[in-house]
């Protein structure tokens, strides 16, 4: 459960910087009130031309993003425009969108979703021809025009990010600066190069993301002193007369509560083993059955923390049922039915 929980998270994150990295931007402006998963309110797209004219701008193209339910959104964007700045996208079938009420979807969407060239998708309440399946890693899922995104979303004339494609990514902090430095764009732009926005897609930087990890952890922890404690709370009654004719041979106590720790260090040590075979199967099915909204990544730097938190918690379940085995009279022990 921890490793397959941490996998999603990290998947997700690593999913976000790559579609970022897929842009081919230099500079990404958002607004103030922006966060790492959150585009703010957005501004008029008429600052797209004030951007294209600052020195070293070789081109700026803005995009529309909306939410399309819990995990996922659908982006407007100028793609003539979106392309001549990051590069065609590589579709493994169809074309580009040339109406209104056309969409292009990345190849995860399309296979979680059984959606081909031409078949109709509901997206924002409202049916759309597929057009054509891209290659994932190019920014977004799903992606209709901007003037349509901006006109069912009430969005007219407006977008909530500005890519600004330099001469030379060499001059990228001195635009920043400068733009930073102009009267009313600093406290009104977040203005970030595209390794500043690649970073945003962290742990910490996500709301809740690293306390539901915690949680997740400290219920991994209780669920397994618990299970642990019952499981042998019961063998050590299971076993009372074995543990009598231990005693009566002349076993110490001691020795009677490293048999059953070593027994249940065995145990946590092949339920680890096996939790970490099971995340792969997990990663198998979520990548058949919900590619286009979750992404599960292998975590091995958490297997030896997630194996120690098994293992914690095996053994404080063992602990007070050991230690009453070990305390145990031979006599009323070999008496037990």
Do not use: C
Not at 18 to 45: C, H, Q, T, Y
């Amino acid at each position: 459960m921890m490793l397959t929980l941490v996998g999603l998270s990290r998947g997700f994150l690593q999913d976000q910087q790559r579609r970022a990295r897929g842009i081919g931007a230099d500079i990404i402006v958002k607004d103030s009130g922006a966060s790492a998963m959150s585009l703010g309110i957005g501004f008029p797209e008429s600052f797209i031309p004030f951007f294209e004219k600052q020195p070293h701008v070789a081109m700026a193209t803005g995009a529309l993003i909306q939410p399309n339910g819990p995990l996922s959104t659908v982006t407007g964007l100028d793609l003539p425009r979106f392309q001549q700045m990051s590069g065609t996208f590589r579709f493994l079938s169809g074309r580009a969108f040339e109406k209104p009420d056309e969409v292009i979807v990345d190849e995860f969407y399309a296979r979680q979703h059984g959606l081909k060239v031409g078949d109709s998708v509901t997206v924002l309440n409202r049916q759309w021809r597929v057009s054509g399946i891209f290659e994932s890693g190019k920014l977004a899922r799903l992606i209709i025009p901007l003037k349509t995104l901006q006109d069912l979303s009430g969005n007219t004339g407006k977008v909530v990010v500005v890519y600004l494609k330099l001469d030379s990514p060499a001059n990228t902090q001195q635009v920043i600066d400068e733009l930073k430095s102009m009267p009313g764009i600093a406290g009104k732009f977040q203005i970030l190069s595209l390794e500043e926005l690649v970073s945003q897609f962290s742990v910490e930087n996500i709301p809740m993301l690293k306390g539901f990890i915690g949680v997740v952890i400290a219920l991994g922890v209780i669920v397994g002193f618990l299970v642990v404690f019952l499981s042998m709370y019961t063998a050590v009654l299971e076993r009372t007369r074995e543990i009598g004719v231990l005693k009566a041979l002349g076993a110490s106590p001691g020795f009677v509560l490293s048999v059953l720790l070593r027994e249940t260090t065995l145990l946590a040590i092949i339920g680890s083993a096996m939790g970490i075979i099971f995340t792969y199967g997990t990663q198998r099915l979520i990548t058949t059955f919900a590619p286009g909204g979750l992404l599960q990544e292998i975590v091995p730097d958490w297997w030896p923390i997630a194996s120690g938190i098994a293992l914690g918690g095996a053994l404080l379940g063992a602990a007070w049922p050991g230690m009453k085995a070990a305390k145990q009279d031979a006599i009323e022990a070999l008496s037990y039915e």
